[in-house]
């Protein structure tokens, strides 16, 4: 932690010398002296992280003051910019006292003067304070024997190699010796004689692949019922909230504002005439079946099931008294072993294999996990960073010598988490400010890791792509868990093991990481040293006890009047807020006093209301994603005065952008309104959202000014409200740099004239999107033709037609989607299709396909 701290630091400290180096004056020597001794100190901290492990009481301790004194200088860089923007606010207001002879505009030139003065001064009375503490912790290393930087062990960990290609192999690593265990729990499911409405419950304690297991039985029966959904209940749930996340996935869209009585009502009537099948995975409380979810879920005599999983018998017993509780055992010497293997050896489709002397050392580093599939596994991703040689694997058993006390999947956790590089502790452990079972963006969280500083640089390679490869390390070792990816492979969403989550939560407040705020938290004093605050599900009242050196702001479904003033926590580099939704419009203010501030998100409000906030004033702002609220209003046009800005997103049109605007940093920019007016060149776009009402696109003129540079471009949307499409946009003649374009929705009707083809689409097109086309013509037999196309979604009145026919092709298509009411067959002929694993279409469509494709059908 201290050296990654250390690290950020040095990089502030340069970045200041080589900007404000004529303002600095004398205070820059101090600055020059502090970068110098940092880089100095930072030669030892291998050593003394290294004596840590080993449980050096004073090595941590010499650990802890440097990161603290770490901090203590990067409040100082911070708050010394504060007080220089305060100055420059007020001169904007002054403007005019340039000009102003008077005596009274000599005072007001010279108050400026004095407050740039101040804070230079205040900044160098800070670095005096510092050096000592500095001087004192160089001192020290000598009492604490600690030595300069080491040479490399041979036994420290490996640089993961770059096999993304491979990664979607490992998402089913985990999945050994479950079979028997997935064969009886559907045949409980699947039992003809019992027609009542059971509920059958997976039990057993965490770690112990109760999730893993309902997945598997989930894909294996869910085409034997009518509507069936999978979803995580979590610790501290919302009955609301889950009522609302079920009636969503079972009709596909969001459900108005309602109270619980009136979910409860829809959700059995959607069900009355349906068997259906619910999963709620991680239920802990008896409360949630006896007042809620019995009233919601119908006894129809139909074959329905309820399968829940559960760290808890009572859970079990109390919603079906019957049933018998499945309780799930640890998994036997050799599928322990067989698990760590593939974990280990994840690429064995490409031909790797384990050697067969690290055979006989595998199952003695397995039976050290007494049979927990979560500690086999991230055990495996240990093994996954080391040399394929006796001696490393052996090195590993000899460290695994600690007496077992019912912790040894927490040990091999802290195992885990003390063999990574310091970069990737850090992201781990900023994992903990998302609640329970959340669902994590994989965009959005590398976005704030960038935002926060924790990845480091690696030569002229992005940020954003140094920090997706840390995501994928994270799952490689098994420390996330994957949701979903993108078409193209990488990471859409992840999720955190509860243990893990637990251990990242114990682990960050213990070096004074994050601080979270919950429910039943006790807290009675505002802590000022506070870097991170997560604020989750809680009353709005704690936000007192937040400190105003806070870095990284979380505020998740709070309780209360969230129109509070922001501009107290000048120094946030993150601030996200998910408020609960409500009809109320919701105001912030403040929030463009953060002028430290990289990435703001708001979701989930009805009417997010901007007014309070100019937002051209947060100069270093490069995330601005407001794109999960019913409606935005009053986004003030200043917003493109931001050069830094590299993702806007928004569900509605953006201000218009000026032809003077300067966003040579922009990487994302959805929804703008296009409407034949020169927009300026974004060269370095990768994802492009344009909507037009326009009645005829300027395809001679505008239209290619905008795109025809693009060819970064890898994602593009299109909504044409009042208009044909202007099929120019996708003509490979008129737009030649369409080389690097995956992602392709199209929203609106096609022209008359133009036949749908494979020709008209970029050739290496993996996602395509369709909607409202009003098409004629049966498009599969066209876009068969995609050879590179993974994921295909055919949406309203993409087509008029009764009947779609795919007789040939989609030759990597893993994902289709159809929700077009006037389709009622589907027939896909034999050999079309070979690697599709999910196929979502309306109940009412009759599929005919080759057996080995229905398993994938998921009905609407």
């Not at 490996?158 to 559907?186: C, H």
């Not at 960038?450 to 390679?461: E, M, S, W």
């Not at 940093?665 to 909507?691: A, V």
Request: hydrophobic residues 40%; glycine residues 4%; neutral net charge.
């Amino acid at each position: 932690m201290a050296e990654t701290v250390v690290n950020f630091v040095l990089g502030k400290l340069g970045e200041m010398i080589v900007k404000e180096a004529q303002f600095l004056g004398e205070v820059g020597d101090k600055v020059e002296w502090v970068k110098t001794e940092l880089t100095r100190i930072k030669c030892y901290l291998k050593d003394a992280d290294s004596k840590r492990r080993k449980g050096d009481a004073r090595a941590e301790n010499y650990l802890n003051e440097l990161r603290d004194v770490a901090y203590r200088i990067e409040d100082a860089i911070d708050t010394f910019y504060v007080e220089l923007e305060i100055e420059e606010n007020r001169h904007k207001l002054d403007g005019n006292s340039q000009k102003d002879r008077s005596f009274l505009g000599k005072l007001k030139r010279l108050g400026r003067k004095t407050t740039k003065l101040t804070a230079r001064h205040n900044l160098g009375m800070e670095l005096d304070g510092i050096k000592k503490v500095l001087e004192g912790i160089s001192k020290s290393k000598i009492d604490y024997e600690i030595d300069p930087l080491q040479e490399r062990g041979k036994g420290e960990t490996v640089l993961m190699p770059s096999r993304r290609t491979t990664y979607q192999d490992m998402d089913e690593a985990e999945i050994v010796g479950f079979d028997t265990d997935k064969n009886n729990v559907r045949t409980l499911l699947l039992d003809p004689e019992i027609r009542r409405r059971a509920v059958v419950t997976i039990v057993g304690p965490g770690g112990l692949g109760k999730t893993t297991l309902a997945q598997m039985v989930y894909k294996s029966v869910q085409d034997d019922f009518n509507l069936h959904i999978m979803l995580s209940v979590s610790q501290q749930y919302s009955p609301i909230d889950l009522l609302k996340k079920m009636l969503t996935k079972l009709k596909n869209s969001e459900p108005a504002m309602q109270d619980i009585d009136d979910l409860i009502s829809d959700l059995k009537g959607l069900l009355s005439s349906k068997r259906y099948l619910i999963i709620l995975d991680d239920v802990w409380v008896a409360d949630l079946w006896n007042q809620y979810l019995k009233h919601a879920l119908p006894d129809l005599g139909n074959g329905s099931r309820v399968l829940m999983t559960s760290r808890f018998i009572e859970v079990a017993q109390s919603a079906d008294p019957i049933m018998e509780p499945y309780e799930l055992k640890i998994l036997n010497d050799k599928d322990s072993r067989d698990l760590l293997i593939k974990k280990a050896f994840p690429y064995q489709k490409t031909g790797e294999k384990c050697p067969e002397d690290l055979v006989e050392l595998a199952d003695a580093l397995s039976k050290k996990c007494k049979g927990l599939p979560l500690a086999l596994i991230v055990l495996g991703g240990i093994l996954l960073t080391k040399d394929r040689t006796y001696t490393a694997w052996e090195r590993e058993l000899k460290t695994m010598d600690w007496q077992s006390k019912g912790k040894d999947c927490i040990d091999i956790l802290a195992m885990s988490f003390e063999d990574m590089p310091c970069y990737l502790k850090i992201c781990f452990l900023f994992l903990a400010s998302f609640p329970e079972d959340y669902e994590i963006s994989a965009r959005c969280l590398i976005k704030m890791w960038v935002a926060d500083g924790f990845v480091p640089q690696q030569g002229r390679k992005i940020m954003e792509e140094i920090a997706e490869d840390c995501l994928e390390q994270l799952f490689q070792r098994s420390m996330i868990q994957v949701s979903s990816r993108h078409a193209n492979g990488s990471i859409k969403y992840c999720r955190v093991h509860d243990l893990l989550r637990d251990f990242a939560m114990h682990q960050a407040g213990k070096e004074n990481f994050i601080t979270i705020f919950a429910n039943r938290q006790d807290i009675n004093h505002r802590d000022s040293t506070t870097r991170r605050a997560s604020l989750q599900s809680c009353s709005v009242k704690l936000m007192e006890y937040v400190g105003p050196k806070t870095r990284s702001l979380f505020l998740f479904d709070l309780k209360g009047n969230l129109l509070m003033n922001y501009s107290e926590f000048r120094l946030l580099r993150v601030l996200v807020i998910e408020v609960v939704w409500s009809e109320e419009l919701v105001k912030f203010r403040g929030i463009d006093r953060l002028i430290h501030l990289k990435y703001l998100g708001i979701s989930n409000c009805s009417i997010l209301d901007m007014s309070e906030c100019s937002l051209g004033r947060l100069k270093n702002l490069e995330t601005l994603d407001i794109r999960r609220n019913n409606m935005v209003s009053n986004l003030s046009t200043d917003l493109w005065t931001i050069n830094t800005l590299k993702y806007v997103l928004c569900h509605e049109l953006l201000p218009e952008i000026p032809s003077t605007a300067d966003l040579r940093n922009l990487q994302t920019l959805e929804w703008i309104l296009f409407d034949n007016k020169i927009i300026p060149h974004l060269n370095n776009l990768q994802r492009l959202g344009l909507e037009s009402k326009s009645t005829q696109w300027d395809v001679e003129h505008a239209l290619p000014h905008l795109l025809g540079g693009l060819s970064s471009l890898t994602s593009l949307k299109i909504k044409s409200i009042e208009s044909n499409l202007p099929m120019e946009i996708i003509y490979p003649k008129a737009l030649p740099y369409y080389q690097n374009l995956q992602i392709l929705y199209l929203d609106g009707q096609w022209p008359e004239s133009v036949t749908l083809k494979a020709s008209l689409f970029p050739l290496h097109l993996v996602k395509l999107t369709l909607c409202y086309s009003y098409l004629g013509q049966d498009p599969m037999s066209e876009l068969a033709k995609l050879n590179n196309l993974k994921e295909l979604v055919l949406k309203t009145d993409v087509y008029n037609g009764r009947q779609m026919v795919c007789s040939e092709g989609f030759p990597v298509l893993q994902k289709l989607v159809i929700s077009i009411l006037t389709v009622m067959i589907l027939t896909v002929a034999k050999g079309v299709m070979p690697k599709l694993k999910y196929l979502r279409i309306y109940d009412h469509c009759k599929v005919e396909a080759p057996p080995e494709l229905l398993h994938s059908i998921t009905l609407f």
